[in-house]
């Protein structure tokens, strides 16, 4: 389709994350003419722990991710400020570890190779509504499309432009990538770090890669202010403080809190932590961003009230893993920061809380589904336990 002698793209995506190209890549394969913007040159870095959660597969029906891995994880070995507590292993590995800039460019290549058209180094710079169609301009001109997915991730401009007031809660993450000695990397291997105790809830990891491990710490909303000198003191505990630091970087997570924070206006959706499709139990969010991607192509593919559509299946199949997350996230981390060894005790005996845990990190159950079977009793402590 043209307008003004220009053409118009069914769909213009913008951001080459893991939400924006399995989105770009679910709307190619469909036939829809699809234009992938990312500001920046790919592959790029992303400040991320890089663990996925093994469900994440399932929502890219299986995909092979072999060529990207850098092993997985089947071991959660569970520290107090960097006091060794106890080690839990799942029959089956429980995520992937992977470089973000592999890992997006991976899904990526997968986006162009089904017809999407890509182009990094390209910003969009600002949106404008006219006639039906959306006018986005970029350094290299304007573009013009009928939808636009946002992808932008939890600093991205579209939701401001586009006037969508999204998930306002934020916390930040930091990490640091370090060339680890061969005995630590052997120490962590498939095993990732927890490390807790961060009031009133956040936790410091470590997952391993080839050569290298990722060791961060997340805190919860406005309590990112020591996160640098929380993340050095960890690195001391871990004894890794004078490994070779490779990458350090710190960066927001978004989390949409109420079906009332809207992910969509018109014809334009808001994906991943664009959206604030992070939970608040781990802070992951490549599960969820590849979830509304496949929403959202889905809405753009199928839905005459593209907004609702895609709002109402947000609501229904992510909003319930989140706001589980969060009250799950509630109680542990309050029993943990108050009641440190009485936790720290059951947790490392009750082994049905770990199997629950690793059902859904394996994607077969899922936060609301465990929830729900805990006695009324014990919902009722989650729900009144508080937490920012
Ligand atoms: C330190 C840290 C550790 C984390 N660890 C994990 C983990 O181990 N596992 C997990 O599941 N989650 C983790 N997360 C969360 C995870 O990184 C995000 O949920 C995930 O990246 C969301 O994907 P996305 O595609 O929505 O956005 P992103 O991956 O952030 O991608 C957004 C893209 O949009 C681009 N962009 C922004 N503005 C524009 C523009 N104007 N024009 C064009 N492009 C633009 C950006 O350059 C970027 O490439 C972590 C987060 C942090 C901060």
Request: proline share 4%; hydrophobic share 40%.
């Amino acid at each position: 389709m043209t307008r003004n002698g220009q053409p118009v793209w069914d769909a213009v995506v913008i951001g080459a994350g893991p939400a924006g190209a399995t989105a770009a890549r679910r709307l190619s394969d469909a036939g829809a003419s699809t234009l992938l913007l990312e500001k920046r040159l790919l592959p790029r870095y992303k400040a991320c722990g890089g663990g996925v959660p093994a469900r994440t597969l399932q929502l890219l029906d299986d995909l092979d991710i072999s060529l990207v891995s850098e092993g997985c994880v089947d071991t959660i070995d569970v520290s107090r400020f960097g006091s060794h507590q106890f080690r839990k292993t799942s029959a089956r590995p429980l995520a992937w570890m992977v470089m973000r800039d592999r890992f997006d460019q991976f899904l990526t290549d997968l986006a162009s190779a089904s017809g999407a058209t890509v182009r990094d180094a390209t910003s969009v710079q600002s949106i404008s509504e006219l006639d039906g169609s959306y006018d986005i301009e970029t350094p290299s001109g304007a573009v013009k499309a009928r939808y636009i997915l946002a992808a932008d991730g939890a600093t991205g401009p579209t939701s401001r432009w586009l006037g969508i007031d999204a998930a306002p809660t934020r916390s930040a993450a930091y990490e640091v990538e370090v060339a680890a000695p061969t005995a630590a990397l052997e120490h962590w291997h498939q095993a990732a770090n927890v490390d807790v105790g961060y009031r009133p809830w956040g936790y410091g990891w470590v997952f391993p890669k080839d050569g290298k491990l990722s060791v961060g710490v997340v805190a919860a909303p406005r309590r990112g202010r020591s996160i640098r000198k929380q993340t050095d003191r960890y690195l001391g505990r871990l004894g890794l403080e004078e490994a070779d630091v490779i990458n350090v970087q710190g960066h927001p997570i978004r989390y949409r809190r109420s079906i009332l924070e809207p992910v969509a206006a018109e014809r334009a959706l808001l994906l991943g932590d664009a959206a604030g499709l992070a939970d608040e139990f781990t802070a992951e969010g490549i599960a969820y961003a590849v979830h509304s991607a496949n929403l959202a192509a889905q809405a753009v593919l199928t839905a005459d009230d593209l907004a609702g559509a895609y709002t109402r299946s947000v609501n229904r199949e992510i909003q319930p893993e989140l706001d589980a997350a969060r009250t799950i996230s509630r109680l542990y981390y309050w029993c943990v920061t108050t009641w440190p060894w009485l936790a720290l005790t059951a947790s490392k005996h009750v082994n049905y809380l770990w199997r629950a845990f690793f059902r859904v990190m394996r994607g077969e159950s899922t936060y609301e589904d465990e929830l729900s079977v805990l006695p009324f009793n014990a919902r009722l402590a989650c729900a009144l336990s508080g937490g920012a």
